[in-house]
């Protein structure tokens, strides 16, 4: 299995490198040269198997011989052993055709913790193997940087920075970042909102000297890993479902894209799935894009689910990839355009676009609306990410089965929650004590050459 970049210039890699690596040395993104497929009859096959299992069966064609299928079983063991719920990614049911995938029991309490804890034991195993060392780091709007450490922290090979937006992140999401207190994990507060430190980690794999030096590694979303373990739970969740007999359709609370584009990864391997909804908060550029057919940046606005409030969304690349027949030319065009602003999709890739995914947004005030509602109506609280994609899902119900993606815990957004239904969401026993543990964190400029200088001398010690 080969992996090539969206951009068409960078080196063809293996899985392994293409893990390890990040984004391409084109600035583009890794993506399989040929997707797999499931026949029907394989996909019937893990009906009832434990998520572990389904999750080697879906993954194993990509990995083309990383690790031997006795090591690849051992590693997704530990990955998920450590979550808070047997069937790990339960399905709830909130209506008569509406169903809630609840991905949050992991150790950090959101989705990211899937791809996470596989990615650190896989990156581990590796270097383990080739006795390298190398630097991982990482942009959050909150969720990804305290999965991440959560995934490395104390680790041997490796060191840990993450860079989170200073002020815009939950005080869940930024405790989990600076408590915890291994010496290889560096929490990072950064002036700016999350694109900005998205683009600080961009340019540091694009300063090639730099990023050979520190030998960096990436496992932001835009990781080819990560968005593979997230394509697992749409197969676990769509078979407990009756697929591939029947078709399901998901809704998928959207920020960076990669949640989405595991989605549309199921779908091409096979699995039937009727409708794949992007659900979007004030932070629409993804819904108007689609309506409008218009990729234009307007800011950031900052909401109540704020692992969403992000307007380049870096995994959008993947699918536009494809909507432009994969000419990596085109994308490269496409990028360089959105640098000053936007750009306009061309109507063959705008009419793909639209045949492949439906989409809608949700305001604020839908957001805290839908949180009271459910909870009226169910009992469940959803946090505000799942909320949103509640509210889409409900505008796209039918008669067949719908699935929302539930991206986090209540409790990691306790705010929001209170407004909405007057009660404060619980942490679950097992972290607690997280409001009494000690915070160590270093406050950055939003500025390359004091990031890198900081990187490196953290690195020496
Ligand atoms: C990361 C995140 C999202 C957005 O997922 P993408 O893969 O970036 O689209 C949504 N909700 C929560 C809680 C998240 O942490």
Redesign the pocket.
């Known amino acids: 299995m080969h992996y090539i970049s969206t951009r068409g210039q960078a080196p063809i890699l293996s899985f392994s490198e293409a893990m390890m690596t990040g984004l391409a040395r084109d600035g583009g993104l890794y993506v399989p040269e040929t997707v797999p497929q499931m026949r029907p009859d394989e996909i019937a096959a893990l009906a009832s198997l434990p998520y572990e299992e389904i999750a080697f069966r879906v993954m194993w064609p990509y990995l083309g011989g990383t690790f031997t299928e006795a090591e690849f079983r051992t590693l997704l063991a530990q990955a998920y052993a450590g979550f808070g719920h047997a069937a790990r990614a339960p399905l709830v049911q909130l209506g008569p055709n509406h169903f809630l995938l609840e991905l949050f029991h992991g150790p950090t309490l ?3 913790d899937f791809a996470m804890q596989l990615i650190g034991q896989m990156m581990q195993a590796a270097l383990a193997k080739s006795g390298e060392r190398i630097t991982i780091v990482g942009a959050t ?4 940087g305290s999965a991440a450490i959560e995934a490395f922290r104390g680790l041997a090979n490796v060191d840990v920075f993450i860079l989170f937006p200073h002020g815009r992140v939950s005080d869940v999401q930024r405790r989990q970042m600076t408590t915890p207190s291994e010496a290889n994990v560096h929490a990072l507060a950064m002036d700016g909102d999350f694109d900005d430190c998205q683009a600080r980690v961009k340019d540091m794999f694009n300063d090639f000297a730099f990023r050979d030096g520190v030998r960096l590694a990436g496992v932001n ?1 835009i990781n080819w890993a990560r968005v593979l373990a997230q394509v697992v739970y749409y197969f676990s969740s769509a078979v407990s479902l009756g697929a591939p007999h029947r078709e399901v359709s998901f809704t998928v ?8 584009f595991a989605g549309y990864i199921a779908r091409q391997m096979g699995l039937p799935i009727a409708q794949l909804v992007i659900a979007t908060n004030q932070n629409d550029i993804l819904d108007r894009a689609m309506k409008s057919g218009a990729y234009a940046m307007d800011g950031v606005k900052p909401s109540i689910s704020p ?2 409030d ?1 307007q380049v969304s870096s ?1 959008f690349e993947r699918v536009l990839f494809d909507a432009y027949g994969r000419d990596g030319a085109a994308v490269a065009a496409l990028m360089a355009e959105l640098k000053a602003g936007g750009f306009k999709i061309s109507q063959g890739a705008l009419e793909m676009l639209r045949a492949t995914f439906a989409s809608g947004r949700c305001s604020e005030e839908e957001t805290l609306a839908t949180i009271q509602a459910q909870f009226a109506a169910t009992g469940e609280v959803l ?1 505000p ?1 799942s909320a949103v994609g509640v509210k889409v899902a409900e505008e796209h119900l039918g008669a067949v089965p719908m699935i929302t993606l539930a ?2 815990h209540p409790a990691k957004f306790p705010d929001a929650v209170e407004r909405a239904v007057g009660l404060r969401p619980g942490l679950p026993p097992r972290m607690s004590d997280l409001f009494d543990r000690d915070e160590r964190v270093t406050r950055v400029p939003n500025d390359l050459a004091a990031l890198q200088t900081l990187i490196r001398e953290r690195i020496a010690r």
């Open positions: 959101a989705f990211k709007s909150g969720d990804t979303s609370p959207t920020g960076n894209f990669g949640d989405i692992s969403m992000i995994n946090c990410h991206t986090a």
